[in-house]
């Protein structure tokens, strides 16, 4: 049953909406969240000439319903998430635990619905595409791009971020240094930061191809004798042995790999005072290298 007009202009009645939204969201109801949004949406269009009549009201209620379909990202159609890409990517900013794992954790749920991994692809192709389409804007102050002042759109930090390290696969170093000391990233709060380095990643999690270990959504088990476990993310997992079985003492493993990236990090680690932005991006990437060493 559709919410009446005039309970829709009852301050009590909206009241009540934002309690329940911040429920649905403090305990990830994606469900009841999207219901509510949808619920929302119809009774809107139902009331004539409601956004006209009561503006600033309308658009409380169209918050409310973007925040809760970015809950319910997991019922979204390929389409609607499209949408939601290029048009209202900067609203999971208002959601306290939208990280980047939340958010790729809601994201996966459709991309596992798409059962030929080709079809996948082209559906992260246009979200991706998406993301360079989006006007909206992320941070406060105008950047500097390709010599030119522009709005802090998604898109202008995405033809920043590409003109800086290209479209193909990038160098974990390079990166970095861009994200500490990129030109228009100096000047960014750490909030900020946080907002375009979960755009970034976004954006390189979806240039994988799902055709590819190191891309593909799903699980791989292996169950070679001694490596048993399953590969996810292009990562080998092994399965936990229980405590018992483990011998009293054991030898630390080496670092798999990118012992040159942990030197270089650890020079740039040294240029920066505690506290500062920069050491704190430092020291995130560091943490990031020696939990992949670890696995």
């Known amino acids: ?82 949408d939601y890409f290029q048009n209202h990517l900067a609203k999971i900013f208002k959601i306290s635990w939208y990280t980047f794992d939340n958010l790729w954790r809601k994201l996966e749920a459709i991309l596992l619905s798409i059962m030929v991994f080709s079809e996948r692809d082209k559906f992260k192709k246009r979200l991706a595409q998406a993301l360079l389409n989006n006007q909206e804007k992320i941070t406060s102050n105008k950047i500097i791009t390709n010599n030119q002042e522009k709005q802090p759109t998604i898109a202008n930090w995405m033809q920043d971020y590409i003109s800086n390290l290209g479209t193909g696969k990038i160098n974990k170093l390079a990166r970095t240094q861009y994200l500490i000391n990129g030109k228009n990233i100096k000047n960014l709060t750490e909030e900020e930061r946080k907002k375009i380095k979960t755009l970034f990643d976004l954006y390189e999690k979806l240039k994988l191809s799902s055709l590819t270990l190191e891309g593909v959504e799903e699980e791989i088990p292996v169950d070679d004798p001694g490596h048993e476990g399953v590969i996810k993310g292009g990562v080998f997992e092994p399965y936990k042995e229980p405590k018992t079985l483990r011998p009293v003492a054991e030898k630390p493993e080496s670092p798999k790999g990118g012992l040159d990236e942990t030197v270089e990090l650890q020079k740039m680690l040294a240029q920066y005072p505690a506290g500062s932005l920069e050491r704190k991006a430092v020291e995130e990437e560091l943490r990031k290298l020696e939990l992949g060493n670890k696995k």
Do not use: C
């Open 1 to 82: 049953m559709l919410i009446s007009e005039a309970q829709l202009n009852d301050k009590n009645f909206f009241k009540e909406i934002e309690e329940k939204s911040r429920d649905f969201i403090d305990y990830d109801q994606f469900r009841e969240a999207y219901d509510l949004a949808k619920l929302l949406e119809q009774s809107l269009d139902q009331a004539k000439d409601f956004k006209d009549r009561n503006y600033e009201l309308y658009h409380l209620y169209e918050d409310i319903i973007i925040k809760m379909k970015w809950v319910g990202l997991p019922i979204m159609t390929e389409n609607m998430a499209e």
